[in-house]
């Protein structure tokens, strides 16, 4: 079965620090895909990035960046210069496709909540 | 304005009464599914959908039933809502190629409270 960790349940960090959040996973599957969500307070899910398996290269998009690491089953999330912005529940999810019709279920870590401090 | 709704957004219910939650996207998409929320425990999938009549448990399906007879919605039924189902409740959509999964698209959410 599928699994997504994401150890830091809080983190805070005073403004302009760079963070890290963790997230884990386990899979059996040799194709998958991770997702990275962001919950602000106001309450609703935004996309942030997809990655799949095959595709090790880490990613840039402005302040963000994301290091994937299948030896470690890792996708891990840095937010560089943090800003009180950046303040949310983050969550990272995992796909995988099975059966001939490719369904596709997917499974959230926990979540991690970050406090960003002016 | 491309978008996931969902009704009621808040509800109140008694235990053992039925209800459902519907949900709709206008992007033709053909992945559709439900999760609920819960402090703790992140987002978790109760049932999707690969496409019209094409469903499937996700990992928390007791209780719950599910339907697709059209591509732009997805309702989510409580037959008899226990008070262990108050939760907040959200719908996705995304589209769909031949097996790869594509970002999702959230509604606002149900707070769901069973008394």
């Known amino acids: 079965a599928q699994k997504v960790t994401q150890a830091q349940t809080e983190i805070s960090v005073v403004e302009k620090e760079d963070v890290t959040l963790d997230c884990v996973y386990e899979?059996?599957?040799?194709?998958?895909?991770l997702f990275w969500y962001k919950q602000p307070p106001s309450g609703e899910l935004v996309f942030l990035i997809r990655?799949?398996?095959?595709?090790?290269q880490n990613e840039i998009s402005g302040r963000y960046s994301w290091n994937f690491q299948k030896s470690t089953s890792s996708f891990n999330f840095t937010i560089t210069a943090s800003q009180v912005v950046d303040s949310a529940v983050y969550f990272c999810?995992?796909?995988?496709?099975?059966?001939?019709?490719?369904?596709?279920?997917?499974?959230f870590g926990i979540g991690t909540k970050l406090q960003v401090i002016p | 304005e491309a978008q996931v709704t969902q009704n009621p957004r808040y509800l109140i219910t008694v235990t053992g009464k039925k209800l459902t939650v519907t949900c709709s996207q206008n992007?033709?998409?053909?992945?559709m599914s439900w999760y609920r929320q819960d402090p703790g425990l992140g987002l978790r999938q109760i049932y999707y959908?690969?496409?019209?009549?094409?469903?499937d448990k996700g990992d928390v399906p007791e209780g719950y039933k599910v339907s697709r007879k059209e591509k732009r919605n997805f309702p989510l039924i409580l037959e008899s809502p226990s008070p262990n189902q108050t939760s907040l409740y959200f719908c996705?959509?995304?589209?769909?190629?031949?097996?790869?999964?594509?970002?999702?698209?959230f509604g606002p959410g149900t707070r769901l409270t069973v008394t």
């Open positions: 992007m033709n998409h053909e992945y």
């Open positions: 959908s690969m496409n019209v009549e094409v469903t």
């Open positions: 996705a959509s995304s589209r769909q190629g031949q097996g790869i999964p594509y970002e999702q698209y």
């Open positions: 990655r799949n398996s095959f595709d090790e």
């Open positions: 999810a995992l796909s995988e496709s099975y059966g001939s019709g490719g369904y596709q279920k997917v499974t």
């Open positions: 899979t059996r599957d040799t194709t998958y895909y």
